[in-house]
């Protein structure tokens, strides 16, 4: 099982759900965070000004962010039904930043349809031992902290949003996971343990494969939450693509990487508009892993089953540490709440 669940992320079939299956989305309001160019974002946000919809693209420097915005509303030919592109400056490395970034999309706008957290941070991307500014190691921060906090400071958006629409299933949040969820060797039995949360430890492919299991913790436990109120939540490995991730990566493990495995970010921008907006994606699915390029995966088949009891509550026969992975969260960063 294992093989074969590895070899179908890293080379998955033609996706099946693109721009072309996508109708009008004019009247529906959504934000991706990490939208540069060069990244799976960019060529979601590209995809999703298409549709008609009001996108909101976030990134750390404005400067990027509206080269990105420029580069999308500029490209030709231009799509038959052009959206709205809009920035928000939002720095995962520091839950300030956060904090102001929900305000910021809260004072344009009441609803929110759909939130991507796409952005992200690769092991490469960061010293050892790195630090955010409240002082939390550095991937597990940016990935997992900082996207709960500001999905949770929009809430009151998703809400409304889920009393104006009257599809069900059609307000989601969708996080951001990988591979390394369920195939990187060091992780803990259960995937987290959470009695060692907070260590710094000093491998960044480690702290990696352990916040991406955070993620599809905070996705199964946002759609145990959340879920009866009408928000779709999931989760979704974007697949293995060749972003600025890689920019700092070993020049030989790059070359290996692109030959064998690294494929188009637009590819990436499938998965990801796949588990936003496909019907296929239906209330029931929520908590539920997406592969690349847009394709469910039940519980059952997953090769880490131990993981799969570390995210199921006490009351399903789990070990209830998707709970308690939030819990921590929180706690990390109640003083922007």
């Not at 060529?43 to 080269?67: D, H, I, P, Q």
């Not at 997992?144 to 009257?166: D, G, H, N, W, Y």
């Not at 469910?296 to 880490?304: A, F, G, N, V, Y």
């Not at 009351?315 to 990390?332: D, Y």
């Amino acid at each position: 099982m294992a093989f074969r669940d590895m070899y179908t992320q890293f080379y998955p079939p033609k996706p099946k759900f693109t721009e072309r299956h996508v109708p009008s989305q004019k009247g529906r309001v959504f934000l991706v965070t990490g939208g540069t160019i060069g990244g799976v974002g960019f060529e979601l946000c590209k995809m999703l000004f298409g549709t008609g919809a009001t996108v909101y693209l976030t990134s750390r420097s404005k400067n990027r962010g509206e080269e990105a915005i420029k580069a999308i509303t500029e490209s030709s030919p231009a799509p038959a039904t052009p959206g709205i592109l809009k920035f928000i400056q939002l720095d995962l490395n520091d839950l300030a930043s956060v904090k102001e970034a929900a305000a910021e999309f809260a004072r344009q706008e009441s609803k929110l349809d759909v939130l991507w957290n796409n952005a992200g941070t690769a092991p490469f991307q960061v010293q050892p031992s790195e630090t955010t500014v409240q002082g939390h190691e550095a991937i597990m921060g940016r990935n997992c902290i900082a996207a709960l906090l500001l999905t949770q400071l929009l809430l009151p958006q998703l809400r409304a949003a889920v009393a104006a629409q009257m599809t069900p299933g059609s307000v989601r949040v969708i996080w951001t996971a990988s591979i390394a969820a369920d195939h990187d060797s060091g992780l803990d039995p259960n995937g987290i343990d959470i009695d060692q949360l907070g260590t710094v430890h000093p491998s960044r492919t480690r702290n990696y494969a352990l916040s991406k299991v955070g993620n599809w913790f905070l996705a199964r436990e946002m759609a145990r939450r959340y879920g009866s109120e009408g928000i779709l939540s999931v989760v979704q490995n974007p697949g293995n693509t060749s972003t600025h991730g890689y920019d700092t990566a070993p020049p030989v493990l790059v070359f290996f990487m692109k030959a064998l495995i690294l494929q188009k970010p637009k590819l990436a921008g499938y998965t990801e508009l796949f588990a936003g907006l496909s019907p296929d994606v239906k209330p029931e699915h929520g908590g539920m892993y997406i592969m690349p390029w847009g394709r469910i995966r039940r519980d059952e088949d997953c090769p880490r089953q131990d993981i799969i009891r570390g995210i199921k509550p006490e009351e399903q026969g789990g070990l209830g540490n998707a709970r308690r992975f939030w819990e921590w969260c929180e706690l990390q960063a109640k003083d922007y709440m």
